[in-house]
């Protein structure tokens, strides 16, 4: 009979607190996890539906009691009162640190007491990003190595490279947990051989994490790397003629930049160092003439070596621009039309009384000999010709044009003689003929 007794006294109570949690299903506490950045503030909220004057209660993961309604249980300035109600119970907990993480607990107190948990997760920032490893200057063809480190993350973060604004893929990623068991250490190490084309190239290291709001932490590395000198030669013109200037410029690049280069002509020092000037990585030639043909040579040196590059000068004859045009006359006339066209520099004058020297000092322009000559001979052609052409025709117009009183006083005595003479002349045919051609 006890035993029975004390069965039914504990079925007493079941069936009562059965009935209670029916009649209540709607006063149940509603709360959600919250996320929030380490040092920033996080809101926890519980609300209920409906609620017949209970009371609500937040509780930290120790399960101390924060707020009770209205009234703060808990001497931490941090936790403020945000809204308390019949309804709902919101608190702020400011400056929230690594410590601060863990599952909150909001208690509705009916019979029995209802809970709901609310997990408060804290991130980690990640710190600044370092860049180790680089030693200025490194030379071309030299194995670089490069290390981004960055700690204080939660959960670990996320390391990137960058060169170029081009990602690189094969990298060594490490984590490593600190010593409160609660963030990360994350390092990635990157490895190249440099060339001359990554001088001055933005070697670039990025944190991405969900703490940043999408904003990730950068470090920059710019690279400087040592090579010998290219040396490349450019002339001012790519047909050069007798009697034109000319500027050759050796273009050298290199780190350190050569300064200065130096010119030499078939592997010995410039001949003429009148007309050839070298001003900086140019050599200026100020008359050209067959005497400068040969292979020119640029040199460039700088601490890590050096570089040539070479040139052959092949001087060109300035094209004939004389065209004669000659008219030849028919036989009956002597008249010779000769059309010369000429072609001088504007600055050769008409009343110029001496040739200049072609291999003058610069700024003298002289006289083309070529075209001289070429004048002189057209002239001479047109004198012959003319005087050929005089000639035969003088000749083939020759004959008598003596009158009659003429050929007859030849063995007169007087002049009624002559007449008398000149008419019995009549008989010989052949002294009276004339002949026009």
Not at 34 to 54: F, K, M, P, S
Not at 160 to 170: A, H, T
Not at 300 to 323: F, R
């Amino acid at each position: 009979m006890f035993v029975l007794f004390l069965c039914n006294l504990s079925l007493v109570p079941a069936a009562a607190s059965k009935n209670k949690v029916k009649g209540s299903q709607g006063q149940f506490p509603l709360t959600q996890n919250v996320t929030v950045v380490e040092g920033g503030t996080a809101i926890l909220t519980c609300r209920v539906d409906q609620n017949d004057n209970t009371s609500l209660q937040w509780s930290n993961p120790a399960q101390q009691t924060l707020y009770f309604d209205d009234k703060k249980a808990l001497r931490d300035n941090r936790i403020e009162l945000v809204r308390a109600s019949w309804h709902e119970l919101s608190i702020s907990v400011s400056d929230v640190s690594l410590s601060d993480e863990g599952q909150y607990t909001c208690s509705l107190f009916t019979m029995p007491v209802k809970t709901s948990k609310a997990y408060l997760t804290v991130l980690g920032v990640p710190e600044k990003p370092q860049i180790s490893g680089f030693s200025s200057p490194v030379m071309e063809g030299d194995l670089m190595q490069l290390t981004c480190k960055t700690s204080g993350s939660k959960p670990a973060a996320d390391i990137r490279w960058f060169k170029n604004d081009k990602e690189i893929k094969d990298v060594k990623y490490l984590k490593e947990e600190d010593a409160n068991r609660k963030t990360f250490t994350v390092s990635s190490t990157l490895d190249f051989r440099v060339d001359r084309s990554d001088d001055g190239v933005a070697v670039i290291c990025r944190v991405d994490h969900e703490s940043l709001n999408a904003t990730p932490q950068v470090a920059m590395q710019v690279l400087e790397i040592h090579y010998t000198p290219s040396v490349k030669i450019i002339p001012s013109t790519p047909f050069p003629q007798e009697g034109q200037p000319l500027i050759l410029t050796c273009e050298s690049k290199g780190k350190p930049l050569p300064e200065p280069v130096l010119w030499t002509k078939d592997g010995g020092e410039l001949p003429d160092p009148d007309r050839m000037v070298v001003s900086g990585r140019e050599l200026n030639i100020l008359f050209l003439n067959k005497t400068d043909n040969g292979t020119y040579r640029c040199e460039a040196t700088n601490t890590i070596g050096q570089s040539s590059a070479e040139y052959v000068l092949i001087v060109h004859d300035v094209p004939n621009t004389l065209l004669p045009t000659t008219i030849i006359p028919s036989l009956t006339t002597a008249t010779v039309t000769t059309t010369v066209a000429i072609t001088t520099s504007p600055t050769t004058s008409a009343t110029t009384s001496s040739i200049r020297d072609p291999n003058a000092l610069a700024g003298q322009n002289g006289p083309d000999h070529a075209l001289i000559g070429g004048i002189v001979a057209v002239v001479v052609f047109v004198t012959l010709c003319s005087i050929f052409l005089l000639g035969r025709y003088l000749a083939r117009h020759k004959g008598t044009y003596l009158t009659n009183e003429a050929k007859g006083a030849e063995d007169a005595p007087d002049a009624d003689t002559a007449i008398i003479n000149a008419e019995g002349s009549q008989v010989n045919a052949e002294e009276k003929k004339e002949y026009f051609i």
